[in-house]
Every structure is written in C-alpha cells, then in structure tokens.
C-alpha cells in the first residue's frame, strides 16, 4: 500500500506546490477555507495569475522541530500547466513583505533522488551539456536518466562521490566506484546480481528464512529499498557473516568487472574509506569533512575499506 500511495503522490508531483512564509491564523485551524482563500488572493494580487484552481490546501509540519516561523503550505492544484503558471510568476515576489517563496512540492523518496542527481546536473553543465533536472528525472542533451541509470551517462560521474588524497581515498555514495550501491552486476552461486547490496541483503533474508523480503530484494533495482528492506531483519550474529558476504560480493564485483578491477588496482597502496557515519562499515566522516582524508582521523571501523583493501591485494 505504502509503495502505491508513493506512485501516486510521485505521477502528481508536477501539480503540487510548496509555498514558504504564508503567516498562521487560529482561524485557519477551524476552518481551512480560509488558507485557501488567502493563497488565491496572493496568487490573483501578487502574481497576477487568475485561472488556477486550488483543489488541497494545507500546512505541512517542519522536518526540523526547532524550526521558527509559520509552516509551509502544501498546495493541489489541477494540473501541471497551472502549476507552471504559479512557478513562473513568482518571480514577482521578490521583496514580498514578508518574505515568500513557491517551488514544487516533493515527496520524500523524490527528494532523495534530487540530492543524487543535483551534483550530476552541476557536472554536466560544467561540461557544457545541455542538462536539466525534470522532478526526479536528469535530462541531458535530449536523453533522460534516473537513478538507476546512471551507469549510461556520457561522463565520468565517480569523481562527484570520491576524494583523493596522497595516501588515502574516500568515497560514498552510489556513484563512487568502490560503494556497495555502485550499480556493478556480477554472478555469484548462478545468481546475477545489481549490486554488492543485493547480494548481502538476499543472503540476510535467507539467514532468518524470510522468502518475502528475498523476493522484494531481487526484484528491486534501488539499493536504498533493498537496504531498507534487509534492515528490519535481524539475525542472530550478523556482523560477522555480514563481512564474509560482502568481502565475497566485492571479490565477484572487481573481478568480474575488468574496467573496475584497473580502477581498484590504480589506488596502489592507499588506504580505503567509505566516508559514512556508519560505526561499522564507514570511517566516521562524511565526504566532505575537511579531515575525512586523515586517516589518524577515522575513528570507526571502516569494515568497507579494510574489506576493499583485502580484496585489491588478492587481485594483484
């Protein structure tokens, strides 16, 4: 049910606003034509736009608890061409006393595809690639990319995930080379399998004899979901068959993948991090710390790298 209401919300994304600064009124919470009254009035006086229909109006509750001010408002309306209409015209509030902003409003899983895809439009464009971000889409000279296909844009996108320093390399994300999400296929026990994560959330699922979670991992192309969905399983002494699973995933991964094993093989000897606040897996630095390339700086486990490490030296 959860995954239909996502579809759904995500095919109606392009007639959902988001509008920032619209002051409270006790009103409001008795009755909410009145939210909606006020938008249309901002929408006819300050934008000069008349023929829009408001079908939902409501406040949205901050993310952020500590967040000061009146709340955002989620706005309906009947189709994307209005909502383009209410876009392009806000430019008009610039000055607005008080300040007021409107973007499209984006449900969760589409904001997360964003921030993907957001440093890979910068990338393009600085290649002088005709690029633009359409929702949770990439579009760039006339081809359209998602998430899960990445792996077909006309450009080296690792370096937007990675970090190199003198004597260490950092990476995260799933466009880094050396992540468990990076899109690699390979075959293991007559399986093929997306990625380092299919392999070690399927085998997770076996471990606790859920056929259902297996299925849903094997299925999926999204290594977040498959993670997701192997996290609400718990078997018994995890972390150590955990490492065994991902040090033969990562073996298949590089060896199997001639152009990934050079990659792997061009680091040398330099220490491997995933750049992740994870205490087993991860260093304990985010990517873009200003110290993550410190390596007396990694105060977690850092299981990846070490596991990375391993696997480069029995391929040399």
């Not at 006393?97 to 464009?125: C, E, G, Q, S, W």
């Not at 392999?199 to 991992?217: E, F, G, M, P, W």
């Not at 199997?256 to 995933?274: M, V």
Request: hydrophobic letters at 40%; glycine letters at 4%; charged letters at 30%.
């Amino acid at each position: 049910m959860a995954d239909r209401l996502t579809e759904l919300e995500s095919r109606s994304i392009n007639m959902n606003l988001r509008i920032e600064g619209i002051p409270e009124n006790d009103i409001e919470k008795t009755d909410n034509s009145v939210l909606s009254k006020t938008i249309m009035d901002i929408f006819i006086q300050d934008l000069n736009v008349t023929d829009v229909f408001i079908q939902v109006a409501h406040r949205i509750e901050f993310y952020n608890k500590d967040k000061k001010g009146p709340r955002n408002v989620h706005v309906q309306l009947t189709n994307k061409m209005e909502a383009m209409k209410i876009i392009r015209a806000s430019n008009k509030l610039k000055g607005h006393d008080p300040p007021m902003f409107i973007n499209f409003h984006y449900t969760k899983d589409v904001l997360a595809k964003r921030k993907i895809l957001l440093p890979i439009l910068k990338k393009a464009r600085e290649l002088k690639y005709k690029a633009y971000l359409n929702d949770d889409k990439l579009l760039i000279d006339r081809e359209l990319y998602t998430v899960d296909t990445l792996n077909l844009i006309p450009f080296d996108t690792s370096e937007i995930n990675t970090r190199e320093g003198a004597s260490s390399i950092a990476f995260h994300g799933r466009l880094a080379y050396f992540s468990n999400f990076n899109k690699a296929k390979f075959t293991l026990d007559g399986q093929v399998f997306y990625c380092v994560e299919q392999y070690l959330q399927y085998h997770k699922a076996l471990l606790v004899n859920d056929n259902t979670s297996a299925t849903r991992i094997m299925i999926s192309n999204d290594p977040v979901e498959m993670k997701h969905t192997g996290d609400k399983l718990k078997p018994h002494g995890w972390q150590q068959n955990a490492v065994i699973l991902v040090k033969k995933a990562v073996f298949a991964k590089f060896s199997q993948n001639s152009n990934l094993k050079a990659i792997l093989l061009s680091t040398g000897t330099k220490r491997l991090a995933e750049a992740s606040k994870d205490p087993f897996w991860g260093c304990g630095k985010k990517l873009y710390d200003d110290d993550v390339l410190k390596i007396k700086c990694w105060k977690k486990s850092n299981q990846l790298g070490k596991i990375l490490e391993a696997v480069r030296s029995e391929l040399q």
